[in-house]
């Protein structure tokens, strides 16, 4: 199980690795003109800048980390509030804590993304930011949200940590926010096996990150620098290995989305006219990722029945990736006397009850998508697998 950039592993990221390892150099920082030093974290980061149509992008361990160095870098410090969505991963939450904000948790829409209508009820005197999370590949209504942000002079950080490849409006995301962040972990749309990346245009916020995940290093973007601190900061460095598949996975990235749109809109077309279900709202057509399929039920009980079917779960029992599921926030959440546990948000656990995840790129149990299809699978895979579907909903 893993995600579409794990499938697609060959003799590319064979070549970047060998010719680290053949220079012995394994260090992100060396110099240009140093023939032993293959500069993969610089080319990464200059690469994945151009795509997201910004002028920085910095290279960190992970993608939770990258969310850590925005945070820092917007200025989020004790007490201040960040507005997230209820359907996410933990590291939505953790990155906020953990850089000495408190979550505050907002609905998802039929997108199964933030709701601007509902971020505008968690507006208080504390809220200094919102990050929309693009959830399982799909665009947040970025122009709603932007709004509301704007009406309160809220900065926006990007969790494009599962849509990496994705654009709203054809303007890729990550650029649309103050910042935006995305993660290389083996379930996401291109991998490193870990990782992540920050990316913004804004020079000061960049050169902030950039000093918060490497002990406060100025942003150099080569050699190391001898002198004097901009922050206090951590190591969340990348290292030339990881710089080295992640270049190579980048590169493969255009290829990997035409196909995975492709399949799903084959897989899509062979389960739709189904009677009562639909597919997740989609705020960008043309932009989402196409790693996942979402089809919402009228009811749970049908739902639950069609899962168990299928060998899978309906979204809501899907583990980390719902609020509800997370007793370790949730513990977090009840000693600061916040709303916590089933049914703290009700439509988005209506929401998620009604709904099963369909692989497409991404095929993960975690994320409820145990059943589907991947970026590999043939003509005749996803007509049987949508057989499967449709012969799991009759009668139920």
């Not at 900065?155 to 990550?174: F, H, P, T, W």
């Not at 709202?281 to 039920?297: S, Y």
Request: glycine letters at 12%; a neutral charge.
């Amino acid at each position: 199980m893993a995600g579409p950039g794990s499938h697609w592993i060959g003799q590319d990221e064979v070549r970047e690795l060998l010719e680290v390892m053949s220079s012995g150099y394994l260090f992100r920082y060396g110099g240009l003109d140093d023939p032993r030093f293959k500069h993969k974290v610089y080319s990464l980061e200059q690469e994945f800048a151009s795509r997201c149509g910004v002028r920085y992008a910095l290279a960190t361990s992970s993608g939770s980390a990258a969310l850590v160095c925005a945070l820092k870098a917007i200025g989020i410090g004790d007490g201040d509030e960040v507005i997230v969505p209820a359907y996410t991963f933990i590291a939505s939450y953790s990155s906020v804590i953990f850089a000495g904000g408190i979550p505050v948790l907002a609905e998802i829409d039929d997108s199964l993304s933030l709701d601007p209508a509902d971020i505008e009820r968690r507006v208080g005197p504390r809220t200094k930011a919102v990050m929309p999370v693009h959830m399982l590949g799909n665009p947040c209504d970025l122009d709603g949200i932007g709004s509301v942000a704007k009406k309160h002079g809220l900065r926006v950080i990007e969790d494009a940590c599962q849509a990496n490849g994705g654009s709203y409006k054809g303007r890729k995301l990550g650029g649309w926010g103050d910042m935006g962040t995305f993660s290389l972990n083996i379930f996401k749309t291109v991998t490193a096996g870990d990782g992540g990346v920050v990316v913004t245009d804004d020079e000061e916020l960049y050169r902030t990150a950039f000093g918060f995940h490497d002990q406060g290093h100025s942003p150099l973007r080569a050699g190391v620098e001898v002198g004097g601190r901009s922050v206090l900061g951590m190591n969340f460095r990348m290292n030339e290995l990881t710089g080295a598949v992640a270049l190579a996975q980048l590169r493969k990235i255009d290829r990997l989305i035409a196909v995975l749109r492709e399949k799903k809109k084959r897989f899509k077309e062979a389960i739709s006219g189904l009677e009562g279900l639909k597919f997740r709202t989609l705020n960008d057509p043309e932009g989402e990722c196409a790693t996942i399929c979402t089809v919402i039920f009228d009811g749970p009980e049908r739902a639950a029945l069609v899962s168990r079917r299928l060998g899978t779960t309906t979204v809501d029992r899907s583990g980390w990736h719902v609020y509800s599921n997370m007793e370790h926030f949730n513990r977090y959440l009840k000693e600061r006397n916040l709303p916590h546990g089933k049914g703290a948000y009700p439509r988005t656990d209506s929401l998620l009850s009604r709904a099963i995840n369909l692989s497409v790129g991404v095929v993960d149990a975690g994320l409820g998508a145990g059943f589907g299809i991947n970026i590999d699978s043939s003509p005749r895979e996803i007509e049987l697998a949508a057989a499967r579907f449709r012969e799991a909903c009759r009668g139920s």
